[in-house]
């Protein structure tokens, strides 16, 4: 007597940190263009909601909006 568990299917993951590099093309405050290289360092951690290929999905989109951000309120640039 006893509960039978059936896996319909396994999905096996890396647990360790994983680097991504992206490169984001963005503006400045004088119009110029910034080419910026991001390395990231993440560790996977809902592989359920989002899927196995979170660092194509989510990891673009996130650091391109934040580098954006970071050196249009930031003056990168030198004058």
Not at 53 to 64: C, F, G, K, R
């Amino acid at each position: 007597m006893g509960v039978g568990v059936k896996v319909e299917k396994s999905i096996t993951f890396d647990c360790h940190w994983r680097p991504q590099n992206v490169p984001v093309i963005t503006g400045s405050k004088d119009l110029q263009n910034v080419n910026i290289t991001l390395r990231i360092l993440f560790l996977v951690s809902t592989p359920a909601s989002i899927g196995e290929d979170y660092n194509e999905q989510v990891l673009p989109s996130i650091t391109s909006e934040m580098l954006k951000s970071l050196v249009t309120r930031l003056e990168m640039i030198t004058q």
